[in-house]
């Protein structure tokens, strides 16, 4: 397992344990010294606290096992072993308020119960008490562990990090958002890392690896077993988003010939089935998929029945190259929990959870609301802040081109303006509610997309309708406007001005809110992506152009 | 289960059955034609078709029932059943290319076929064909005729409409959007909507009555039987947006002491399980919630063993008024496929099942995204030009106060704009730079808040990040902007003055991006709907007062 030994293997000679100890202390590695602490007798342990100063001690003493202290303490000498005891008790009494979050008891709101978890580990923090820290998070599943390190700063986030177990360490990871995935991974020693891995299934850590950098994906690849290595690598050679990206080989399989009462006896021996296995997969002697054998009818026919008298044939394999998308679709439209994925000839190659669909459901809609802010890669609420201005600084510079743009067409007509100054006053009006009316069309637009319901067939209808409804709006808020313009102004051709340039610039709102999208998608471009930021730029141009225009012709 | 009688019912004595079929082809009701057809003799079916001219022979013709045709064609008159007959050679030649979409077979991309789907069947409909539409309807899954449905103008709706099985029909309206839902079960007579409901689970038929109109929900709740009705009354009671309102009462109940060979034997007995039962829920004798016994543990375990030793008492139960939300985030930590709920005392009410879960989530980014733009309730695409219009009116208008605020403060400065014109073609890269920087802001804010990840406890250090981050994107854009405009209109104190306006206003954007989701949860009202006015009044306000007033200062 140890493929890539680590510096402790290497220099175990020369140094001692105990000086190990300090230094991956003083490094912060909490989870080296607990395991370095496990090789070492208590009474070394003790000898290394006598030989600490205060602080370091006190820091030693939070990463002691409960179950050793009672034998360390013994090996203590008197003073500072009551000091210690003292403490321990202090601690003890000092216990979360709520042990049990996990179990069925405490019946209250997640929300608040969350927020206590944060307060209680940030305050255990706070008081240096890691040894509390960690039995919190022991408490806590590990998607609530993921989430309160994501909400931690990176300091804390790191000590919080070092206390959480090995063996719990890998799951964690999993529910990460990329960023931060990859940071704590690279604070893990390599072979914590390939420890921590150990009891994951196979599609998460197929999952994990893809997000991992590569050099640290490559090591979990390499650690892991010939065989588990070889499944991996199948996973792996499947695009991310597509079916075989979200795919399991954990499927069992079974005969279609076979009595219903064999089948029982296989599973018995079985022992147990993979999680969220819903139903057994029918192929033939080549490994053809013929159809599903559900748990639930399995359990409700008579033994002497043969699987093909109760097997579902109308389960639709899905092929392994689906787009992810797709995959989700149609688990939604046939609320599905599992379904077989094939590979071009038929063949059953795993099955895919509803559990990933979820989670790529709710991966989409969290993009898809980032992408429009310019936020694609910004997962982390605190990543270092020079990382994420360059981010950033990518999204404002795009901006401030076509912000140029707008201001370009302001400045054709500075000669009007500097004669009618009012129009300076009242153009940002202008601009403003074609962003809105666009925006608004534009949203429809790419909602209907990405439902499949926009059709080449009905483009011509939405547009009718879109230009219809900003017609009208068009002709209201023209009116008022205009009307406000005039009683602020005392100038009727002013009024009538703004509000034929807030028609027209409605109008064009609702036809560029339609065509952006749709060119954007042809041409392959995310319309939620960069949709919004082209949209502003037309309405702002035509609107300043329509509004100064106008004033231009009549005022001047 | 007509307790609604149609005119049908009432005037049978006065009226003939085939003038009823005339009424109702002319009102493009083929619903009822084709029921009203059931009931008559082929040879009277011949008769009225002889009585017709050619246009509704044609449009009656593609109503009949494929296999009435030839007994019907019997009756006829040789020209006309040589013609009638050719008809449907013709028909049957032109079948769908791909017959079979919802089998095995055909492994294509699901949003190609979708579109395929969408213009065969508006192909059919150009051509009069409704025989080949409603063979295609039924050879579709309801999710996808929904889907078809929502994106249809309205006309072309309602004839798709009425060639959809009235069986079928129930099942397409729960996938069906509110409005399109509610418009579609008003085009159904009464006991057409009762009879297109019958096979629907409890739990899709009261998310149906929440989504129609109350004299329909009221309908359809009237129509159910005894026992129905009173489990969709104890269903109806619960809030629409928790626990008890995605519950379904489908539950199978088993005691902890019997044998896992007795539970075998029950479900045998009942020969088919609800749908998505992945597990037994274990009950004591006051029907208080004890565990569950999943199907996996049931088919690996000896008959002799008691549901006590292998029933898991680890799954959480939900409470009953738990929000959705919060049963949504439970699905995903914990990989669920269904939960128990429970009331207060810890009685088991019933269970949610993660298909509705999926269809939760789905809604709620839906819905994000589109309150983003102020289309909160603008879910059919087609819906009338008016509604929308009215619609959209609402967010206009408030972005309209808000644009007019920010007018106003640039009127502050007429004298100012009137000397220094450049300062009018500046203003709306200040303005527009800020909104673009608050809205990351923003929109992280938004994001850690749904995920709680956003504590009283962190949002110092988050306000210092973003700052930071606005201070380095600031400073860098400030340089870019102010030496473009140094370019642009030779002036250095014009540079200078924009540069420092732009700082001041993406630092005011990144305190009002964190400041204004928090105040607006904090307040109860949704950040996601309201944060981005009231951001960009904020942004364009500081903009350009800094800009304006900075000018007033250093430059007149």
Redesign the interface.
């Known amino acids: 397992m140890h493929t890539n030994p680590t510096p402790t293997d290497d220099s175990r000679g020369a140094v001692t344990d105990s000086e190990l100890i300090i230094q991956a202390l003083a490094a912060g590695r909490n989870k080296r010294v607990r395991k370095l602490m496990t090789r070492l007798h208590p009474a070394k342990i003790a000898a290394l606290i006598e030989r600490l100063d205060d602080e370091r001690r006190d820091a030693l003493w939070q990463q002691v096992a409960p179950e050793r202290e009672t034998a360390i303490l013994h090996h203590l000498r008197p003073g500072l072993r009551e000091r210690l005891r003292r403490q321990a008790a202090e601690d003890a009494a000092n216990e979360p308020r709520e042990p049990q979050h996990?179990?069925?008891k405490g019946?209250r709101?997640?929300?608040k119960q969350?927020?206590n978890h944060?307060?209680d580990v940030?305050d255990a923090l706070a008081d240096g008490k890691l040894k509390r820290v960690g039995k919190l998070l022991q408490q806590t599943?590990p998607?609530?562990v993921a989430?309160l390190l994501?909400?931690?700063?990176p300091e804390e986030r790191t000590v919080v990090w070092s206390m959480v177990e090995t063996e719990r360490a890998g799951k964690v990871l999993t529910?990460l958002h990329e960023d931060v995935c990859a940071s704590l991974a690279r604070d893990l020693d390599p072979d914590e890392l390939v420890a921590s891995v150990q009891t994951l299934e196979l599609d998460d850590l197929v999952d994990l690896i893809q997000d991992l950098p590569h050099e640290l994906g490559a090591q979990l690849r390499a650690a892991a077993g010939a065989s588990r290595r070889k499944q991996l690598d199948e996973l792996l050679s499947y695009p991310e988003d597509s079916a075989g990206g979200l795919m399991n080989a954990d499927v069992i399989e079974v005969r279609a010939k076979l009595r219903i009462g064999t089948v029982?006896r296989y599973?018995?021996l079985?022992?147990?089935?993979p999680?969220?296995?819903?139903m057994l997969m029918v192929v033939d002697r080549q490994g053809i998929?013929q159809g599903v054998l559900r748990?639930?009818a399995?359990?409700?026919?008579?033994f002497s029945a043969r699987v093909s008298d109760v097997m579902h044939?109308?389960?639709?394999?899905i092929?392994v190259q689906?787009?992810d998308v797709?995959v989700a679709?149609?688990?939604?439209?046939?609320?599905?929990?599992s379904a077989p994925v094939?590979d071009d000839e038929g063949r059953l190659l795993g099955r895919i959870t509803?559990?990933d669909?979820?989670?790529l459901?709710?991966e989409?809609?969290?993009r898809?609301?980032?992408n429009?802010?310019?936020?694609d890669q910004?997962a982390d609420?605190?990543a270092p802040?020079?990382t994420?201005?360059r981010r950033?600084?990518v999204?404002?510079?795009i901006?401030?081109a076509?912000?140029?743009l707008?201001?370009w067409v302001?400045?054709l007509f500075?000669a009007t303006?500097?004669q009618v100054?009012?129009?300076?006053?009242?153009?940002?009006?202008v601009?403003?509610?074609g962003g809105?009316?666009g925006?608004?069309t534009?949203?429809?637009v790419?909602?209907?997309l990405a439902?499949?319901?926009?059709?080449p067939?009905?483009v011509r209808?939405?547009l009718t309708?879109e230009l219809?409804?900003s017609a009208?709006?068009g002709v209201?808020?023209a009116i008022?406007?205009a009307l406000?313009a005039v009683v602020?102004f005392d100038s009727w051709t002013l009024g009538i001005i703004l509000g034929a340039a807030i028609l027209i610039n409605l109008l064009s709102a609702a036809f560029a809110g339609l065509s952006i999208p749709l060119l954007l998608h042809r041409a392959g471009i995310d319309p939620a992506l960069a949709g919004s930021v082209v949209l502003?730029t037309v309405t702002?141009v035509v609107g300043?152009f329509a509004f100064l225009g106008l004033a231009t012709l009549w005022l001047v």
Not at 329 to 337: K, M
């Open positions: 996990d179990e069925p019946h709101g997640k929300a969350n927020a944060l307060q940030r599943h998607a609530k989430g994501e909400a931690l700063p529910y029982m599973l018995r079985l022992e147990t089935l999680p969220q296995t819903d998929y748990l639930s399995l359990v409700t026919t008579d044939t109308d389960v639709r394999p092929p689906t787009p797709d679709r149609q688990f939604e439209d046939h609320d599905l929990l094939i509803v559990d669909v979820v989670d459901i709710r989409d809609s969290e898809a609301v980032m429009m802010a310019g936020l910004e609420m605190f802040v020079l994420s201005s950033r600084a999204w404002l510079g901006n401030l076509t912000a140029f707008a201001a302001i400045g500075q303006l500097q100054v009012a129009l300076a006053v009242l153009m940002p009006i601009a403003s509610m809105i009316a925006s608004q534009l949203t429809l790419i909602r209907g439902l499949g319901q926009i059709q067939g009905n209808l939405l309708r219809g409804i009208l709006n209201l808020w008022v406007i406000l602020w502003t702002d300043f």
